[in-house]
């Protein structure tokens, strides 16, 4: 399996290198986004790539763009990637590379959550909320929430961390119109995705949405979208049975702790062992052949294949 950790065009100009993915101008109204093999955690790049990532993590979100395209317009041009590269490049694009419409994005991440996980169980534990929004007593881990609450958090720069903020923080950000028009979708998104992921065995536990405008000011949805990168996806199963059994990042981020790294701006790039890439590629490839295979109909996407 060809692995590229960055997947330099020499036709297009480079915009911006994120931690996964390298974004280039195609004109003056488009972004061809191509998503690498590299893996992060804790706002740190991995020295160490995951062979295939890319590639997965690409055609899932595809999916689920497509999928939920009637619950949310998405940055989606429709058009092949490979058709706006130099002939000797189409191979190092092809299935890892979005053509999409360029945005304005709002300085935001729209999170989703079901149950109580991650920063959120944190807080929790400590104060009996979640971004400051009051819960139940004696949640579990696996215990799904009575409804999905919407947690925003602010989008960080590469190596730095994404922080929790109230709903009136980022009113303060985005405006009260826009923010109850991000709360809506991201829910509505969330549902949609949630009621799928169930039948075919996959407890979305939270995610992250991104959203941008476009020229005519309309919420678009954008970046990636329900991959294991982005989301909490446990074995359905496994929880009915009070155990979670994560098919995302968490378990890296666990064998990171235990190893004591926090992350962070000033943390060098980590080597990992090959047993912990390997079980990082097995989780994704399962999460996305769950998810993703077996449904034809969803599973197209939006240009011929050949």
């Known amino acids: 399996m060809n692995t ?20 280039y101008a195609v004109g003056d109204d488009r972004l061809l986004m191509v998503a690498s093999d590299r893996l992060s955690a804790f706002d740190v790049v991995m020295k160490a ?47 890892r590379a979005m053509l999409v419409h ?5 300085p935001c991440e729209a999170v989703v959550r079901g149950y109580v996980a991650g920063s959120g169980w944190k807080e929790y534990s400590q104060r009996g909320t979640v971004c400051g929004q009051a819960l139940p ?23 730095e ?21 991000l709360r809506q979708a991201a829910i509505r998104l969330y549902l949609a995705a949630r009621e799928y992921a169930a039948m075919r065995g996959i407890v979305i536990a939270d995610t992250k949405f991104e959203f941008g405008l476009d020229a005519a000011g309309r919420l678009t949805l954008m970046d990636e979208v329900l991959t294991p990168d982005s989301s909490r996806l446990w074995l359905a199963d496994e929880l009915r049975e009070g155990r979670i059994v994560a098919l995302d990042k968490q378990p890296l981020r666990d064998w990171l702790a235990s190893t004591g790294v926090t992350g962070g701006a000033e943390q060098a790039a980590l080597d990992l062992p090959p047993e912990v890439i390997e079980g990082v590629r097995a989780r994704y490839e399962r999460a996305y052949t769950m998810l993703c295979k077996g449904d034809e109909d969803a599973n197209t996407v939006p240009w011929p294949r050949t």
């Open 4 to 23: 590229t950790t960055t997947p330099t065009l020499h036709s297009l100009p480079l915009v911006a290198r994120g931690k996964v993915r390298d974004i």
């Open 49 to 95: 790539p995951v062979p295939g990532k890319g590639r997965l993590l690409t055609q899932m979100a595809l999916f689920w763009f497509n999928k939920l395209g009637p619950v949310c317009p998405n940055h989606l041009t429709g058009a092949d990637p490979e058709s706006v590269v130099a002939a000797d490049e189409r191979a190092l694009v092809a299935g």
């Open 102 to 106: 360029r945005l304005t994005p709002l």
């Open 137 to 159: 007593a004696g949640l579990a881990m696996t215990t799904p929430l009575p409804q999905p609450i919407f947690t925003p958090a602010t989008k960080a720069a590469v190596g």
């Open 161 to 181: 961390h994404d922080e929790n903020i109230s709903f009136a923080q980022l009113i303060s950000l985005v405006g009260a119109a826009r923010a109850a028009e």
